[in-house]
């Protein structure tokens, strides 16, 4: 039972100033076991936050992060499954999922998590998954201002991953769950 | 007075002078006739093997002075094994001969249909012989009321027993993911992943008002769990420092871990069912004996279910004492300070001599250095085979266990006495708090003997 939390897009201090403190009360440390973070922080006090909240964290390089030497895209394997890590802005179409399944192939993970859109989004595609968290912070995006502050949780239990997706709607966290296995034909061969 | 530790195999040659003569190797074979040393060889190789006391000037016993000087001779060299009977120095065909009766007695004792509970008690009181299994059975059948005296029924509750254990264990120690799975495949059997073959958005639930992995509410099956990991934290540290030098319980043999893995359940168990004290540190310390005893039990069937049965009577030997880890309880009437005073009061009805000069010379309180003796029932003041002796006794007292456990820390005291009335605070201190090696038989003697004033502390509710 392993927790994973993806998270990203916060541009903190340039377009939001802190995480919602509805977020912030849940997020405490010694619950999470990986932080993934696709990237935009854009500071090193947010580094620092994510890092107490958890000692393994990894993090992609998005457009506006002031450290340059966060990775373009990174893999890391938690229990049976392979995570890739991209920001996104890199992939284009923005948010395209053919581009992000050639990305997934090219990383050769099963999970790709990604961010950029700051639109929550899990989908099943071409035989792996891509798992966008969102904007914690509900930080406007490139296309739009109309943002729900969001991450993700996973929960890495064998052959079983449960995603849970916290978003702040209307004031209200609201907590979805989703379900996804790992069976040996998810992955495509080729 | 020689005391060390060798790690040798457990087949380590006896090294009997042939001087003594026929009656030494008669000894020997009577040992091996019995077979009892082939049982306590049931451990795994690589079990200690203690160097005997020579027992001195102060051991207080009847001893023929012919072989006080043939035996001091010897004593500093040889090794004997643990299967010695109790724990003092000396080999004499006349203990051998004592020991034995005893043995047949208890055999004789726990094969009744019915158990005498006085009788046995009696003979635990003079302590237990190891091998076969005797102190096992002994312990978790009467003396901790684990098992009824009938000795029809001792199959069914045994049984019973360890299968709510086992499902205790199910229950309470499932990590939230596999207990959130099992509940969703009991409610929704029909819903398959079919999604598992389409591409396309993954299926949402809403379960905002559910339990999910960063939910505070008391209620939450994850919050009790991140709750209980410190617990589970300090567990773990204390049973890795749990007797560091027996092979038993520490070193990274999976033999050892198995151990501590079982005893870290009882321990997780312990702590989820009584979550006013949870675990307290030391709690592994009164647990290992109990587990030790059961899991060195020849009867495979016994052994096996160790874990069961240890869990069910640490239970039962902390609901007694369980008050003196409760904080709030430490002023009362049921708490440790409490209890501390009765001590006091019975080293004063007993010696006033000596309990005068602690008070009020020294300044020493009794929770300076009773605390520990009384909370953790002696097992941090003596070697590992004296507590067994000294449990025996505390175990097998018909007014209880913290009565004898009363006595036997002023007994301590007593024994002690000539030493504490020439030291100092600090001096003193130090005595108390890192007791010196004593005849164990000697302290019991002295306990037993003191004037009964604890009779009188009987709480009545």
Redesign the interface.
């Known amino acids: 039972?392993v927790?994973v939390l993806a998270i990203g897009d916060l541009h903190i201090p340039h377009r939001a100033s802190d995480l919602p403190p509805k977020f912030k009360?849940?997020?405490v440390p010694?619950?999470i076991q990986h932080i993934i973070c696709t990237g935009n922080l854009s500071v090193k006090e947010v580094h620092d936050y994510l890092k107490s909240l958890c000692p393994d964290l990894h993090v992609t390089r998005g457009e506006y992060d002031e450290d340059s030497r966060y990775l373009e895209t990174k893999t890391l394997t938690i229990g049976q499954f392979k995570l890739g890590i991209c920001h996104g802005h890199q992939v284009i179409p923005w948010g395209d999922l053919d581009s992000l399944a050639m990305l997934q192939r090219q990383l050769d993970v099963d999970i790709l998590v990604t961010g950029h859109t700051h639109q929550f989004?899990?989908?099943?595609?071409?035989g792996g998954?891509v798992i966008n968290p969102g904007s914690a912070t509900g930080a406007y995006s490139s296309f739009t201002y109309d943002v729900n502050p969001s991450f993700v949780?996973m929960?890495i239990?064998g052959l079983?991953v449960?995603?849970?997706?916290?978003e702040l709607i209307d004031g209200?966290?609201?907590?979805?769950?989703?379900?996804?296995?790992k069976?040996a034909?998810?992955r495509s061969a080729h | 007075m020689l005391k060390g530790k060798l790690k040798l195999s457990a087949k380590a040659p006896r090294v009997f002078p042939d001087r003594i003569g026929s009656l030494v190797s008669g000894f020997d074979d009577k040992e091996d006739e019995n077979g009892e040393s082939d049982s306590a060889l049931d451990f795994e190789s690589g079990e200690e093997l203690e160097i005997l006391q020579p027992s001195g000037a102060g051991s207080g016993r009847e001893i023929e002075d012919g072989y006080v000087d043939i035996m001091e001779g010897q004593l500093e060299s040889r090794v004997r094994q643990r299967s010695e009977k109790d724990g003092s120095g000396l080999v004499s065909v006349k203990e051998v001969i004592a020991a034995d009766e005893k043995r047949s007695d208890l055999e004789y004792e726990l094969s009744q249909k019915e158990i005498n509970l006085e009788k046995l008690q009696r003979i635990a009181d003079s302590g237990l012989p190891e091998g076969r299994g005797l102190r096992a059975t002994t312990w978790k059948q009467l003396l901790l009321g684990y098992l009824p005296p009938s000795r029809d029924l001792w199959e069914k509750e045994l049984t019973e027993n360890r299968q709510k254990y086992a499902k205790l264990k199910e229950e309470l120690l499932l990590s939230p993911s596999e207990f959130t799975r099992i509940k969703e495949e009991a409610l929704d059997s029909n819903e398959q992943n079919a999604d598992s073959d389409v591409d396309g958005p993954l299926r949402r639930q809403e379960i905002s008002h559910e339990d999910h992995p960063l939910s505070s509410g008391k209620a939450s099956v994850w919050h009790q769990y991140f709750q209980h990991i410190e617990i589970a934290e300090q567990i773990d540290r204390d049973l890795q420092r749990t007797h560091p030098d027996m092979k038993f319980f520490s070193g990274d043999t999976s033999f050892s871990r198995k151990h501590r893995e079982a005893m870290r359940n009882i321990l997780r168990l312990f702590a989820k069912l009584n979550p006013a004290i949870r675990y307290v540190q030391g709690m592994n310390e009164v647990l290992a004996p109990i587990y030790y005893v059961f899991s060195t039990d020849p009867d495979e069937q016994n052994a096996a279910n160790a874990e069961a049965d240890s869990f069910s009577c640490f239970v039962r030997l902390l609901s007694d004492s369980v008050d003196h880890f409760c904080q709030q309880l430490d002023n009362s009437s049921v708490g440790i300070l409490s209890t501390l005073s009765r001590l006091a009061e019975l080293l004063k009805a007993n010696d006033e001599e000596l309990w005068r000069h602690l008070e009020f010379t020294n300044k020493i309180k009794p929770q300076f250095y009773a605390f520990r003796w009384i909370t953790l029932l002696l097992t941090q003041e003596f070697n590992f085979q004296s507590i067994l002796r000294i449990w025996d006794s505390l175990l097998s007292n018909p007014f209880g266990v913290q009565d004898m456990l009363l006595r036997v820390c002023c007994a301590m005291l007593l024994c002690m006495k000539s030493r504490l009335l020439t030291g100092d605070f600090v001096a003193n201190l130090k005595l108390l708090q890192h007791y010196p090696d004593i005849n164990i038989e000697h302290l019991l003697l002295v306990a037993r003997d003191l004037s009964p004033d604890t009779s009188s502390y009987r709480l009545s509710p």
């Open positions: 039972m927790l009360s849940m997020l010694g619950k989004k899990a989908y099943k595609h071409e998954v949780l929960d239990d079983r449960v995603v849970y997706v916290y209200e966290v609201k907590v979805d769950k989703i379900d996804f296995k069976t034909t998810t």
